[in-house]
């Protein structure tokens, strides 16, 4: 499974952004498809996570309420709308895929299997 995350860049605190992870090789059905993040100097941390064939979605506190994720199964694509941004959104932001299925939504980088290259998001007070 090949991950190629997009849709990074420069915003105003308080505007919106949204991130693209397209995904290609094997179908990963009903698997588990996450975002998560990494400032400078900080350990990489859960964003939200989706199921690939759709369904509830898990979020962060810290995101609960600004941000969606999102997927299109004939695009191959996850999305994360990120809305009302704030300064410390900033960081590089990795979408992720669990290989194999499993019945809760995880929320540990080690439970997953696939990565994108990331994709920087700075936001400007």
């Known amino acids: 499974v090949q991950l190629q995350a997009s849709g990074g860049g420069l915003v105003q605190a308080g505007g919106p952004l949204r991130l693209s992870c397209a995904a290609s090789?094997?179908?990963?059905?009903?698997?588990?498809m996450g975002w998560f993040r990494q400032a400078p100097g900080k350990e990489r941390e859960f964003v939200a996570a989706?199921?690939?064939?759709?369904?509830?979605?898990v979020y962060a506190d810290s995101v609960k309420g600004r941000f969606a994720i999102s997927n299109d199964n004939a695009k191959n694509t996850v999305y994360l709308q990120m809305n009302s941004l704030k300064p410390e959104d900033t960081a590089v932001y990795y979408c992720?895929?669990?290989?194999?299925?499993?019945?809760?939504?995880?929320?540990?980088?080690?439970?997953?299997?696939?990565w994108g290259q990331g994709t920087q998001v700075t936001v400007s007070s």
């Open positions: 992720a895929a669990v290989g194999y299925y499993r019945a809760y939504y995880p929320r540990g980088q080690g439970e997953y299997d696939y």
């Open positions: 989706i199921r690939w064939s759709g369904g509830s979605t």
């Open positions: 090789g094997r179908t990963l059905s009903n698997n588990v």
